[in-house]
């Protein structure tokens, strides 16, 4: 039998451009840290670089550094800290499916990573036993605080903090949200409204559409004939309807529609039988989140305190303050400063995995 094999470039013939980056475990994602320095000046040369260091559109990103999922398919860009000390960074989700680059919104756990690699290189020195690090994503506005202990002033290589959603412990790190940055596009409620109707394909879906963290159009589960407790399996609905959804919910939010990233699409419900707080169910771009997102979290709690939200008519209310959010794998705990929150916080962990040089193909 004869193979017929495409004729390759011979060795040599094309270019590799070694890129030093940093990957760091923050929360329940991983991302890429990349400095602007290393990268070139030109913003679409720099979406072509992304796209082939994380090797898509291979759904697998075999021949990249990608994960083949949402959650392992980020990166982070850092311009360096301005004279206050504050990280400008820039938040950047890499397609998978198609040569994509979307910069428009926000990632928590990614800025999770960013405060423990601040840090971990030198960016902000420590200071006493706990170091606040202030980060602002300059393509969205948002601005953040990490509080990471760093007893001794001595910067912390592991740690022992361990959360749902992840198997092993890391550097506890706190992450703090306020309300004065937490909108992209202007208004938290950018229709004016604490719940919108949504039409998909004739048929007209309740929901809150908010900008808190990144923007987000959260369903009332019930609405939509799911249950927001539910599994992976059952779920699979939601997966199919999601593009539309995203899309119907961009419209009436007035956001570009061909964003996968934006807004941030999921179900809420009741908690689980016995229980506190909210359940909600989140996708991932084109995937059903298997935690969910800190921005998620921030919009679903925003809607917590808003009379007439989906996520307000679902909550059952605990004896102390803060909200519990079920997931599909545990919970997530929030800690809010009121009922209506200007500030909603989150107990993360990281772990700087890898200093490494990546080498990318000019193709």
């Given at each position: 039998m004869t193979l017929l094999f495409r004729e390759e470039p011979q060795a040599g013939t094309l270019p590799v451009t070694p890129v030093p980056a940093t990957l760091v475990r923050g929360g329940t994602s991983k991302c890429w840290i990349f400095r602007d320095e290393d990268l070139p000046a030109d913003a679409l040369e720099t979406d072509r670089l992304l796209i082939r260091t994380f090797g898509s559109p291979d759904l697998r990103q075999i021949d990249g550094v990608g994960g083949a999922s949402s959650t392992t398919s980020k990166a982070i860009t850092v311009a360096g800290t301005d004279r206050d000390g504050t990280v400008h960074y820039r938040f950047a989700q890499v397609a998978i499916d198609k040569p994509a680059v979307e910069w428009a919104s926000?990632?928590?756990?990614?800025?999770?990573?960013?405060?423990?690699?601040?840090?971990?290189?030198?960016?902000?020195?420590?200071?006493?036993?706990?170091?606040?690090?202030?980060?602002?994503?300059?393509?969205?506005?948002?601005?953040?605080?990490?509080?990471?202990?760093?007893?001794?002033?001595?910067?912390?290589?592991?740690?022992?903090?361990?959360?749902?959603?992840?198997?092993?412990?890391?550097?506890?790190?706190?992450?703090?949200?306020?309300?004065?940055?937490?909108?992209?596009?202007?208004?938290?409620?950018?229709?004016?409204?604490?719940?919108?109707?949504?039409?998909?394909?004739?048929?007209?879906?309740?929901?809150?559409?908010?900008?808190?963290?990144?923007?987000?159009?959260?369903?009332?589960?019930?609405?939509?004939?799911?249950?927001?407790?539910?599994?992976?399996?059952?779920?699979?609905?939601?997966?199919?309807?999601?593009?539309?959804?995203?899309?119907?919910?961009?419209?009436?939010?007035?956001?570009?529609?061909?964003?996968?990233?934006?807004?941030?699409?999921g179900i809420v419900g009741p908690p689980p039988t016995g229980a506190t707080g909210v359940s909600a169910r989140m996708i991932s771009m084109t995937a059903l989140h298997p935690a969910i997102g800190l921005t998620s979290a921030v919009a679903v709690a925003a809607a917590s305190g808003t009379p007439g939200s989906v996520v307000q008519r679902s909550v059952v209310p605990a004896a102390e303050a803060g909200l519990f959010i079920h997931l599909l794998k545990g919970k997530t705990a929030l800690a809010l400063d009121a009922a209506d929150p200007a500030e909603v916080s989150f107990q993360r962990s990281a772990r700087v995995i890898s200093e490494s040089t990546i080498l990318v193909p000019s193709d």
């Amino acid at each position: 039998m004869t193979l017929l094999f495409r004729e390759e470039p011979q060795a040599g013939t094309l270019p590799v451009t070694p890129v030093p980056a940093t990957l760091v475990r923050g929360g329940t994602s991983k991302c890429w840290i990349f400095r602007d320095e290393d990268l070139p000046a030109d913003a679409l040369e720099t979406d072509r670089l992304l796209i082939r260091t994380f090797g898509s559109p291979d759904l697998r990103q075999i021949d990249g550094v990608g994960g083949a999922s949402s959650t392992t398919s980020k990166a982070i860009t850092v311009a360096g800290t301005d004279r206050d000390g504050t990280v400008h960074y820039r938040f950047a989700q890499v397609a998978i499916d198609k040569p994509a680059v979307e910069w428009a919104s926000n990632c928590g756990n990614c800025a999770t990573a960013l405060g423990l690699y601040a840090l971990h290189a030198g960016l902000v020195a420590p200071t006493g036993e706990v170091t606040r690090v202030p980060i602002l994503n300059t393509v969205t506005g948002l601005r953040l605080v990490c509080e990471i202990p760093t007893p001794g002033a001595q910067v912390p290589a592991y740690g022992g903090r361990r959360l749902d959603g992840q198997h092993y412990p890391g550097v506890p790190i706190d992450v703090i949200f306020q309300k004065a940055s937490w909108s992209s596009y202007g208004a938290q409620f950018p229709t004016g409204n604490a719940t919108d109707e949504v039409e998909v394909d004739g048929k007209r879906y309740r929901a809150t559409l908010i900008d808190a963290g990144a923007p987000a159009a959260l369903f009332e589960a019930q609405d939509l004939g799911l249950d927001a407790t539910g599994s992976e399996e059952a779920l699979e609905a939601l997966v199919r309807l999601a593009p539309q959804l995203r899309a119907a919910g961009a419209r009436r939010m007035g956001l570009p529609q061909d964003l996968t990233s934006i807004p941030k699409v999921g179900i809420v419900g009741p908690p689980p039988t016995g229980a506190t707080g909210v359940s909600a169910r989140m996708i991932s771009m084109t995937a059903l989140h298997p935690a969910i997102g800190l921005t998620s979290a921030v919009a679903v709690a925003a809607a917590s305190g808003t009379p007439g939200s989906v996520v307000q008519r679902s909550v059952v209310p605990a004896a102390e303050a803060g909200l519990f959010i079920h997931l599909l794998k545990g919970k997530t705990a929030l800690a809010l400063d009121a009922a209506d929150p200007a500030e909603v916080s989150f107990q993360r962990s990281a772990r700087v995995i890898s200093e490494s040089t990546i080498l990318v193909p000019s193709d």
